[in-house]
């Protein structure tokens, strides 16, 4: 089965309303808002949002901000308008370090250069070089 395919068959499962797209083979909401490349995640008002960002925005932000962090990370777009995949979503949470503020400037950086997002998420500053300390094209640990 695609990964499209296992998309449209899981969210259905858990009650969402999806379908594939024919023209393009995207995953696309009933409502019309296009979905990201992800199998798994929570469906949002607009994109997915995979677990493992959901989970780690619940443990970094505080009871009172985690309802905003996700609501940012829903609305987030890059500089053409489409969403950010797995990986974007990822370097941006992980890069507030649960500082909304952080995050709200990780989000309005996706829309200019989206790698810069990556930068910031995935390497430190070492010595006058950059050295990647992360992958986040895979999900987040549990204990990050």
């Not at 995207?26 to 469906?43: F, H, L, M, N, Q």
């Not at 790698?115 to 910031?120: A, C, L, Q, S, T």
């Amino acid at each position: 089965m695609s990964s499209l395919m296992a998309f449209a068959s899981d969210a259905s499962s858990n009650g969402a309303s999806c379908r594939l797209d024919s023209r393009s083979g995207a995953a696309r909401r009933w409502s019309g808002a296009w979905t990201s490349r992800v199998c798994r995640g929570a469906i949002t008002s607009k994109y997915v949002i995979p677990d493992d960002v959901v989970k780690f925005v619940t443990r970094r932000f505080g009871p009172s901000e985690r309802s905003e962090a996700l609501s940012l990370l829903r609305a987030a777009t890059l500089h053409d308008g489409s969403a950010p995949g797995p990986r974007l979503f990822r370097c941006a949470s992980v890069a507030s370090g649960g500082s909304m503020e952080r995050l709200r400037m990780e989000i309005e950086t996706l829309k200019r250069d989206y790698r810069d997002v990556i930068v910031e998420g995935e390497y430190l500053p070492v010595k006058g070089e950059l050295i990647k300390v992360r992958d986040l094209s895979k999900p987040i640990p549990d204990d990050a």
